[in-house]
């Protein structure tokens, strides 16, 4: 009867740590899970707050303001280019979809380069939003 008792013992223990190590394997899983939307919806608040900014500016005579977003560390900057279906873009590790931001001079932005790259310095972006009088469209500069 001892041995029988035993090998029941020995079973619930067994079973006991292959549920402890499922019970972590799901919660470092729901971690992850967790920071990657975080990330996400840090990404999704700039594009909103950054075409919020660009039409205050937009809407007005003329002006100018330093802005400056928080982004996750793995974007590595934050492009604008010439393109007729995105002109932001993010340099990152992850493919991140791009943005058509409205109302935006891109052609001024950009001048005679092909792009311009605001770069991700400690989680942080900044750069000029700026309108003269007269203009219709905002000129973005570093």
């Given at each position: ?63 100018s303001q330093v802005v400056e ?74």
């Open positions: 009867m001892k041995s029988k008792r035993g090998i029941e013992l020995s079973f619930g223990s067994v079973f006991s740590t292959i549920l402890i190590i499922t019970f972590i394997a799901f919660g470092i899983y729901a971690i992850t899970k967790f920071i990657d939307l975080q990330k996400t919806i840090q990404v999704e608040k700039f594009l909103s707050d950054f075409q919020s900014d660009i039409d205050k500016i937009w809407k007005s005579s003329q002006g977003y928080q982004l996750p560390s793995n974007i590595i900057s934050v492009c604008f280019k010439e393109d007729e279906f995105e002109n932001l873009q993010f340099s990152s590790n992850k493919i991140i979809r791009g943005k058509m931001i409205l109302n935006i001079d891109i052609e001024k932005t950009l001048g005679a380069e092909d792009f311009m790259c605001v770069q991700n310095i400690e989680g942080k972006i900044q750069m000029t939003l700026v309108k003269n009088f007269g203009e219709v469209l905002v000129t973005i500069k570093e």
